[in-house]
Nanobody
Framework: QVQLVESGGGLVQPGGSLTLSCTAR????????IAWFRQAPGKEREGVSC????????RGADSVKGRFTIYRDFAKNTVYLQLNNLKPEDTAVYYC???????????????????WGQGTRVTVSS
Protein backbone atom coordinates (compact mmCIF):
# COMPACT_ATOMS: atom_id res chain seq x y z
CA GLN A 1 0.00 0.00 0.00
CA VAL A 2 1.34 3.40 -1.01
CA GLN A 3 1.12 5.98 1.75
CA LEU A 4 2.78 8.92 3.47
CA VAL A 5 2.98 9.06 7.24
CA GLU A 6 3.58 12.36 9.02
CA SER A 7 4.78 12.79 12.57
CA GLY A 8 6.38 15.38 14.81
CA GLY A 9 3.55 17.77 15.48
CA GLY A 10 2.70 19.07 18.92
CA LEU A 11 2.24 22.06 21.17
CA VAL A 12 5.04 24.61 21.23
CA GLN A 13 5.46 28.11 22.57
CA PRO A 14 5.96 31.09 20.25
CA GLY A 15 9.58 31.24 19.15
CA GLY A 16 9.97 27.50 19.55
CA SER A 17 10.88 24.81 17.02
CA LEU A 18 9.56 21.51 15.73
CA THR A 19 10.69 18.99 13.16
CA LEU A 20 7.99 17.31 11.10
CA SER A 21 8.68 14.02 9.32
CA CYS A 22 7.06 12.57 6.22
CA THR A 23 7.94 8.93 5.61
CA ALA A 24 6.95 7.11 2.45
CA ARG A 25 5.72 3.53 2.65
CA UNK A 26 5.23 1.34 -0.38
CA UNK A 27 7.32 3.50 -2.71
CA UNK A 28 10.75 5.10 -2.88
CA UNK A 29 11.21 8.86 -2.57
CA UNK A 30 13.93 9.26 -5.13
CA UNK A 31 12.18 11.05 -7.99
CA UNK A 32 8.91 12.30 -6.55
CA UNK A 33 8.55 15.95 -5.65
CA ILE A 34 7.32 16.27 -2.07
CA ALA A 35 5.48 19.21 -0.59
CA TRP A 36 4.18 20.32 2.76
CA PHE A 37 0.82 22.04 3.08
CA ARG A 38 -1.08 23.30 6.09
CA GLN A 39 -4.65 24.07 6.93
CA ALA A 40 -5.68 26.25 9.82
CA PRO A 41 -9.20 26.12 11.27
CA GLY A 42 -11.62 27.91 8.99
CA LYS A 43 -9.01 28.55 6.32
CA GLU A 44 -8.10 27.01 3.00
CA ARG A 45 -5.18 24.65 2.58
CA GLU A 46 -1.97 26.60 2.05
CA GLY A 47 1.25 25.49 0.38
CA VAL A 48 4.24 25.76 2.71
CA SER A 49 7.31 24.25 1.07
CA CYS A 50 8.38 21.66 -1.46
CA UNK A 51 11.46 19.79 -2.62
CA UNK A 52 12.39 18.14 -5.86
CA UNK A 53 14.00 14.85 -4.93
CA UNK A 54 15.93 14.63 -8.19
CA UNK A 55 18.06 17.75 -7.74
CA UNK A 56 17.19 19.23 -4.39
CA UNK A 57 15.37 22.32 -5.64
CA UNK A 58 13.28 23.77 -2.83
CA ARG A 59 10.55 26.39 -2.76
CA GLY A 60 8.73 28.02 0.11
CA ALA A 61 5.88 30.35 0.82
CA ASP A 62 6.82 33.91 1.68
CA SER A 63 5.20 33.53 5.10
CA VAL A 64 7.74 30.87 6.14
CA LYS A 65 10.93 31.86 4.31
CA GLY A 66 13.84 32.15 6.69
CA ARG A 67 11.99 30.13 9.33
CA PHE A 68 11.07 26.76 7.77
CA THR A 69 13.47 24.43 5.99
CA ILE A 70 12.62 21.36 3.96
CA TYR A 71 15.19 18.60 3.52
CA ARG A 72 15.38 14.91 2.75
CA ASP A 73 17.05 11.72 3.93
CA PHE A 74 17.02 9.15 1.16
CA ALA A 75 18.32 6.43 3.46
CA LYS A 76 15.24 6.85 5.66
CA ASN A 77 12.87 7.46 2.74
CA THR A 78 11.79 10.58 4.59
CA VAL A 79 11.35 14.29 3.96
CA TYR A 80 11.50 16.67 6.89
CA LEU A 81 10.20 20.15 7.58
CA GLN A 82 12.16 22.06 10.20
CA LEU A 83 10.00 24.76 11.77
CA ASN A 84 11.86 27.50 13.63
CA ASN A 85 10.75 30.74 15.28
CA LEU A 86 7.17 29.51 15.30
CA LYS A 87 4.34 32.02 15.51
CA PRO A 88 0.73 31.57 16.62
CA GLU A 89 -0.34 31.99 12.99
CA ASP A 90 1.60 28.83 12.13
CA THR A 91 -0.99 26.81 14.05
CA ALA A 92 -2.50 24.31 11.62
CA VAL A 93 -2.66 20.69 10.55
CA TYR A 94 0.39 20.04 8.39
CA TYR A 95 0.17 17.58 5.51
CA CYS A 96 2.83 16.17 3.25
CA UNK A 97 2.07 15.15 -0.30
CA UNK A 98 3.91 13.42 -3.13
CA UNK A 99 3.68 13.55 -6.87
CA UNK A 100 3.62 10.21 -8.64
CA UNK A 101 5.26 11.60 -11.78
CA UNK A 102 8.95 12.25 -12.22
CA UNK A 103 9.84 15.95 -12.11
CA UNK A 104 12.96 18.06 -11.71
CA UNK A 105 11.04 20.87 -10.03
CA UNK A 106 8.28 21.24 -7.47
CA UNK A 107 5.38 23.54 -6.73
CA UNK A 108 3.51 24.49 -3.57
CA UNK A 109 0.07 24.15 -5.06
CA UNK A 110 -2.02 21.04 -4.35
CA UNK A 111 -2.90 20.13 -7.95
CA UNK A 112 0.18 18.06 -8.93
CA UNK A 113 0.14 15.92 -5.78
CA UNK A 114 -1.66 12.58 -5.77
CA UNK A 115 -0.55 10.95 -2.53
CA TRP A 116 -1.41 12.66 0.75
CA GLY A 117 -0.65 11.91 4.36
CA GLN A 118 -3.14 12.05 7.20
CA GLY A 119 -1.68 15.22 8.73
CA THR A 120 0.02 16.18 11.95
CA ARG A 121 -1.22 19.01 14.16
CA VAL A 122 1.00 21.92 15.15
CA THR A 123 -0.23 24.30 17.83
CA VAL A 124 1.75 27.42 18.69
CA SER A 125 0.54 28.96 21.90
CA SER A 126 1.82 30.33 25.16
Amino acid sequence: QVQLVESGGGLVQPGGSLTLSCTARGFILDRNPIAWFRQAPGKEREGVSCISNTNGITRGADSVKGRFTIYRDFAKNTVYLQLNNLKPEDTAVYYCAAETLFSTDCAIIPGPYQIWGQGTRVTVSS
